[in-house]
């Protein structure tokens, strides 16, 4: 299958399991994993209708921008941000999905307030308490969101979370359902004026079905749309 029909079967695969659990299909965002994938296979998706590219790495992301690979579609950032590269991130990606430390924060705000820009953020959440990984557990998001609400440059819009490896989909269901929890708990308590709980980012190739049918907004998609990566060659 080429690239545009993983788009498209993608697209149908989403739309069905948000009507399977009376959800509306315009309700689910779905960013294709750009990662490893070059320009011109990232054009190919944009193409055939991705309206979002998530990219991982900066280098990736500057390279493939000056390309003009995005071109089209909205430009997020889901890898991992070190602090030392948020320049060539904030006012580039309009969502940047993966803050994992109020310290990272900081770096962004800084950055947007010396552009004169608000730069739209989710947290990310180590929801299964995965040492490899990074993200707030459960118990830090709350403080963190105490400091990161004080930042004039940034606006919290939601929660993102990378589950554990799953052999099969259902298993990573509880902790869509844990993420969907602390999503709403949060969006209710209502006192932070730059704090909107609007995305909840979870749900990949393997799991975005079950992801939905627990309160996913936006999926991140990869392997489903562009085939495996060969991380083999992976410089
Ligand atoms: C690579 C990646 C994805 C997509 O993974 P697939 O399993 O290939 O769909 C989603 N989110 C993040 C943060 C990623 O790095």
């Known amino acids: 299958m080429s690239i545009a029909d993983n788009v498209r079967q993608v697209k149908e695969k989403i739309a069905a399991a948000a009507l399977a659990c009376g959800r509306s299909p315009e309700d689910i965002i779905l960013v294709g994993a750009t990662k490893m994938n070059d320009a011109a296979r990232v054009r190919e998706a944009v193409e055939a209708g991705l309206r979002y590219c998530g990219e991982n790495r900066v280098q990736e992301l500057t390279e493939k921008n000056a390309q003009g690979a995005y071109e089209g579609s909205h430009l997020h950032f889901i890898g991992h941000l070190q602090k030392n590269k948020v320049k060539q991130v904030v006012g580039t990606a309009e969502l940047i999905h993966s803050v994992d430390s109020v310290e990272l924060a900081e770096a962004i705000n800084r950055r947007a307030g010396a552009l004169g820009i608000v730069q739209d953020i989710l947290l990310e959440v180590n929801i299964g308490g995965e040492a490899s990984k990074s993200g707030f557990t459960p118990g830090e998001l709350r403080p963190a969101i105490d400091s990161i609400s004080t930042m004039e440059n940034l606006r919290v819009c939601g929660l993102m979370a990378i589950p554990p490896v799953c052999?099969?989909?259902?298993?990573?269901?509880?902790?869509?359902?844990?993420?969907?929890?602390?999503?709403?708990?949060?969006?209710?308590?209502?006192?932070?004026?730059?704090?909107?709980?609007?995305?909840?980012?979870?749900?990949?190739?393997?799991?975005?079905?079950?992801?939905?049918?627990?309160?996913?907004?936006?999926?991140?998609?990869?392997?489903?749309?562009?085939?495996?990566?060969?991380?083999g060659t992976a410089k």
């Open 167 to 231: 052999e099969a989909p259902e298993e990573n269901r509880h902790y869509f359902s844990e993420m969907r929890k602390l999503y709403i708990d949060i969006g209710e308590e209502k006192k932070y004026n730059n704090v909107i709980m609007g995305i909840l980012s979870m749900g990949m190739s393997a799991d975005y079905e079950v992801a939905i049918s627990e309160g996913a907004s936006m999926v991140r998609v990869g392997t489903g749309i562009f085939g495996a990566r060969n991380y």
